[in-house]
């Protein structure tokens, strides 16, 4: 019975040095999280004024080549210039939309590595 103070205090002790080891756990993979969140977040403005900026010129561009081309068919040909022109910018359109879903699905998810370190740390314990 003597030593039964001993060994709750002991046991208190363990527990609280598991207890902290855990809590450093979890806060290094919550480091890890909101780390991968900023990044995640510069890459997404990143590409939205990239796409924002390359949308506004290559339409401004777009239109600018049409009326140019427009104006340099003879009279007669000016409309299926002008249709010719139209399906053009569609299946251009059309590229471009499915390389960008051909791009985005090819990323990783945005919590890979947390994903990948908790994983880690379930099969630990």
């Given at each position: ?5 001993s060994f ?6 363990a527990m ?33 004024i990239l ?75």
């Amino acid at each position: 019975m003597a030593d039964w103070p001993s060994f709750v205090t002991e046991l208190f002790g363990a527990m609280g040095r598991l207890g902290g080891a855990g809590a450093g756990l979890v806060g290094e993979r919550l480091e890890l999280a909101s780390l991968e969140l900023r990044e995640a977040k510069i890459r997404l403005v990143q590409a939205l004024i990239l796409a924002c900026a390359a949308m506004f010129l290559g339409l401004l561009g777009l239109a600018i080549l049409v009326v140019a081309v427009a104006f340099a068919l003879p009279e007669q040909w000016r409309l299926y210039g002008l249709v010719a022109m139209a399906g053009l910018c569609l299946l251009a359109g059309l590229g471009a939309f499915f390389s960008l879903r051909r791009r985005l699905s090819r990323r990783p998810l945005a919590f890979a590595q947390s994903l990948a370190e908790l994983e880690k740390d379930k099969s630990c314990f």
